[in-house]
């Protein structure tokens, strides 16, 4: 029997294994969320919301175990988990109190008596997960997926299996019916039955580019509908009359945070000529003392990657940097011990064409680039194959605002780092992916936006 080994990354302990399920066992659980579907699209909103806000209740109330859970198997550090599982709970009642609104009939005048778009539910979403928010990437997609009348299917992260089984227990808690929400614990090359299975009517992704080109492939080939959510390598810019002690807080923090394994986190920053070496100078202050150690202790402020090749990749592209001439300031070596641990790193000076500028750094590695002027950064931060966030550190928001707007990005951000809120779209353009989540936007992906006309 094959199994998803489940390794401790503080300590390359083995802590659990998961039964893989077969084609078979997978394929007949999808017939039972279709066949959920089919009764649970005929339920009221209200219906809906009462169980969404149970679900939110549950994610309160189990948030210790579930947030050590996820630290045990991916190395997030404690106080992180915990607000993961808290924005969960945001989003469960988000859409709870406003999905009625989000889809109700929009009213068409033409020379109809009557005619209108009206948005339904279309079945069972298959949604291949990744491991580096074990619990929110999920619910990001089920929570607007299942309001919206729809069923949902998971195939998570191997290395977070024990999330992906609480999570299915989460929503059997709150009163959802068998099927409304199922974890498929199967293979990677499991998924493209899955896809082309008929009860399967589309599938959303977040993850890596080269994942999101399979998985969208598939799906194409069979007249599918898709949203990718994937890679970035996000650009920000630090303007000549930015507070630096605020921009390298913004920076340190948004570099290291979820261990530096966060898709939309800031990892090119473009600092003007001006204050390029003071910029470097206190960034790499900040970012030699923060404390890198156990994810269970309170004070650490960035744990271990998720894997051990995650680990080795990332050096790799550290080194491959510095050969083509980027200039390492601060970490770049790997520690002893057998945790997953690599320590914060900033390569300067680099120029297009080099890997750490135009590859994302899926880690504690921050790129630092120097731009002549204005003009010049923002050609730098849009000459990349990504277009997931973007920032501008300014003390000045009318120019900030000018310059989000030149961004090529789904999302530009002035003072702030870049963050996925449920009142505003998340996505991508180029090869980050795209369609949107959350917000109306999200919602409406999944949905049948159908127009009635009566005469």
């Keep these: 029997m094959d199994y998803a080994e489940i390794i401790d990354p503080a300590t390359g302990e083995k802590v659990a294994q998961y039964a893989r399920i077969s084609d078979e066992t997978a394929l007949e659980k999808v017939r039972q969320a279709n066949s959920a579907f089919k009764l649970w699209k005929e339920n009221s909103y209200e219906e809906r919301a009462a169980m969404m806000h149970k679900l939110a209740e549950v994610m309160e109330e189990k948030k210790e175990d579930y947030a050590q859970l996820a630290t045990l198997e991916m190395g997030k550090t404690i106080g992180q988990a915990r607000k993961e599982l808290e924005k969960c709970a945001l989003i469960c009642r988000y859409y709870a109190d406003n999905t009625k609104k989000l889809l109700a009939n929009e009213k068409v005048e033409t020379e109809a008596a009557k005619s209108y778009v009206t948005f339904q539910s279309i079945g069972v ?5 990744p491991w580096n928010f074990p619990f929110y990437q999920v619910i990001r997609f089920a929570v607007p997926a299942i309001m919206a009348g729809n069923t949902g299917v998971l ?8 999330c992906a089984g609480a999570l299915e227990n989460a929503f059997t808690q709150a009163g959802f019916p068998k099927g409304i929400f199922t ?19 589309a599938v959303t992704l977040t993850g890596s580019d080269p994942a999101g080109r399979s998985v969208a492939s598939i799906a194409g080939q069979n007249l599918k509908k898709t949203v990718m959510e994937l ?27 979820n261990n530096g394994q966060t898709c939309i986190a800031a990892k090119r920053f473009i600092v003007l000529d001006a204050i390029y070496d003071d910029f470097l100078d206190r960034f790499s202050e900040k970012m030699k003392k923060a404390k890198m150690g156990k994810p269970t202790d309170e004070d650490t402020y960035y744990g271990p990657m998720a894997r051990h090749d995650l680990r080795d990749e990332i050096h790799e592209q550290v080194q491959k940097t510095i050969s083509q001439g980027g200039r390492l300031v601060l970490g770049g070596n790997i520690p002893e011990g057998n945790g997953a641990y690599y320590p914060a790193t900033i390569l300067a000076d680099l120029k297009p064409g080099m890997e750490a500028f135009d590859v994302e750094l ?18 730098l931060a849009n000459n990349s194959q ?11 928001t009318e120019r900030g605002e000018k310059v989000a707007l030149q961004l090529e990005a789904g999302s530009s951000f002035v003072n702030k780092l870049v963050v996925s809120d449920p009142r505003l779209p998340f996505g991508g353009i180029k090869n980050s992916g795209y369609g949107r989540e959350l917000s109306g936007y999200g919602i409406r992906e999944f949905v049948n936006t159908k127009s009635v006309w009566i005469d």
């Design 155 to 162: 195939k998570h992260a191997s290395n977070v299996q024990g």
């Design 183 to 201: 974890n498929l614990n199967i293979g990677s090359k499991q998924v493209k039955k899955i896809i082309e299975d008929e009860n399967i009517v």
């Design 125 to 129: 979403i298959l949604a291949v997960m």
């Design 386 to 396: 990504y277009g997931l966030g973007s920032g501008v550190i300014t003390g000045n």
């Design 231 to 257: 890679g970035g390598s996000d650009a920000y810019i630090i303007l000549d009359d930015a507070d630096l002690e605020r921009a390298t807080d913004l920076a340190t923090y948004g570099r290291l945070q």
């Design 362 to 379: 899926f880690g504690p590695v921050a790129s630092v680039i120097k731009a002549k002027d204005e003009a010049h950064a923002i050609e």
